[in-house]
């Protein structure tokens, strides 16, 4: 049957003899669809804007104080004894902790999906994935408090021998990575599914055995999506607070030691944003200079993987 699009004679239009002239008018469903849609995306720009606003504008009064080159590059951050504003210690903990969740979880991730993809039955794949899944409903302050009274102590001390103080990165940072594998891995097994079945039956026509199909045909076909997944669980991890706040100590250190403590910028928001801090004092405005820094960083990280993701995106019909 065709569809029921409402029909119309459009006024005023000329049609040749024999031809009939019609205008499509959409259905009052539809157009109250369209409206609710463009509101929702109207609403998240919005909310964004004012995300923005409300942190650049207390960040501007704070660098009218404080030189921006002293901020980005100084290596002490200390702003209530010493009043010493240098951010990098900051960003130091964040790269350093954020850099071994994803050695943790980029391999667990990308395992896991290719697993669910190309190797698990229909049953199995049904079963293991909402369980895998499950990871990323506990809350974080629990994987905080597990890295902190039973990682720390029994895996890497009693277990493994490593000499870390009851804060350090490794803990956090692990712990973190398995938190962040959900995400990868259910990202990147919807991209791996999405390749087509005919390139899997191209490949083993040439002779190709399970495991070089997987990695030489669907992975590069799925790059897309892949990369997307990573970026995904760059932008978990590195907005984490509460695994860090309680793991990994309030400790602004710099240096690529993980058996030390070190604070994250996330970590001194929450921290300093819960504290009898004066409103509108200068230790009040780091607050809003750091995570401002942050949602620049992470804005700079999404902007690159949206050029990479466009550039290698493939289509399939």
């Given at each position: 049957?065709?569809?029921?699009?409402?029909?119309?004679?459009?006024?005023?239009a000329?049609?040749?003899?024999?031809e009939?002239?019609?205008?499509?008018?959409?259905?009052?469903?539809?157009?109250?669809?369209?409206?609710?849609?463009?509101?929702?995306?109207?609403?998240?720009v919005?909310?964004?804007?004012?995300?923005?606003?409300?942190?650049?504008?207390?960040?501007?009064?704070?660098?009218?104080?404080?030189?921006?080159?002293d901020y980005?590059?100084?290596?002490?951050?200390d702003?209530?004894?010493?009043?010493?504003?240098?951010?990098?210690?900051?960003?130091?903990?964040?790269?350093?902790?954020?850099?071994?969740?994803?050695?943790?979880?980029?391999?667990?991730?990308?395992?896991?999906?290719?697993?669910?993809?190309?190797?698990?039955?229909?049953?199995?794949?049904?079963?293991?994935?909402?369980?895998?899944?499950?990871?990323?409903?506990?809350?974080?302050?629990?994987?905080?408090?597990?890295?902190?009274?039973?990682?720390?102590?029994?895996?890497?001390?009693?277990?493994?021998?490593?000499?870390?103080?009851t804060?350090?990165?490794?803990?956090?940072?692990?712990?973190?990575?398995?938190?962040?594998?959900?995400?990868?891995?259910?990202?990147?097994?919807?991209?791996l599914s999405?390749?087509?079945?005919?390139?899997?039956?191209?490949?083993?026509?040439?002779?190709?055995?399970k495991?070089?199909?997987?990695?030489?045909?669907?992975?590069p076909?799925?790059?897309?999506?892949v990369?997307?997944?990573?970026?995904?669980?760059?932008?978990?991890a590195?907005?984490?607070?509460?695994?860090?706040?309680v793991?990994?100590?309030?400790?602004?250190?710099?240096?690529v030691?993980p058996?030390?403590?070190?604070?994250?910028?996330?970590?001194?928001?929450?921290?300093t944003?819960?504290?009898?801090?004066?409103?509108?004092s200068?230790?009040?405005?780091?607050?809003?200079?750091?995570?401002?820094?942050?949602?620049?960083?992470?804005?700079?990280m999404?902007?690159?993987?949206?050029?990479?993701?466009?550039?290698?995106?493939?289509?399939?019909?």
């Amino acid at each position: 049957m065709a569809p029921s699009t409402e029909a119309v004679s459009s006024p005023g239009a000329f049609s040749a003899p024999g031809e009939v002239s019609l205008s499509y008018r959409p259905r009052r469903g539809e157009q109250v669809i369209r409206v609710l849609l463009a509101g929702a995306a109207g609403l998240s720009v919005l909310t964004t804007v004012g995300i923005v606003v409300s942190l650049l504008l207390p960040a501007l009064t704070f660098f009218k104080d404080v030189s921006i080159f002293d901020y980005l590059f100084g290596g002490t951050w200390d702003p209530r004894i010493s009043k010493e504003f240098g951010v990098w210690p900051l960003i130091n903990g964040t790269l350093l902790i954020t850099g071994i969740a994803l050695a943790v979880a980029i391999p667990l991730g990308l395992g896991t999906a290719l697993f669910l993809s190309e190797y698990a039955r229909p049953r199995v794949r049904r079963a293991v994935k909402p369980v895998i899944e499950l990871l990323a409903g506990i809350p974080t302050i629990v994987f905080g408090y597990f890295a902190l009274t039973f990682f720390t102590p029994n895996l890497l001390k009693d277990f493994a021998g490593v000499d870390v103080g009851t804060f350090n990165a490794l803990a956090a940072g692990i712990v973190m990575g398995f938190m962040v594998v959900p995400t990868i891995a259910s990202v990147a097994e919807d991209g791996l599914s999405a390749v087509p079945q005919s390139l899997r039956e191209g490949a083993y026509g040439l002779g190709a055995s399970k495991l070089q199909v997987s990695l030489r045909v669907v992975l590069p076909a799925a790059l897309s999506g892949v990369v997307a997944a990573i970026v995904l669980g760059i932008s978990r991890a590195i907005g984490e607070t509460m695994i860090v706040l309680v793991a990994a100590g309030l400790r602004p250190n710099t240096g690529v030691d993980p058996t030390k403590g070190y604070e994250t910028m996330t970590t001194y928001i929450g921290a300093t944003a819960r504290g009898d801090i004066p409103t509108g004092s200068l230790v009040y405005k780091t607050v809003f200079a750091v995570g401002i820094t942050l949602f620049v960083i992470t804005l700079i990280m999404n902007l690159l993987s949206i050029r990479f993701v466009r550039r290698f995106r493939q289509v399939y019909e």
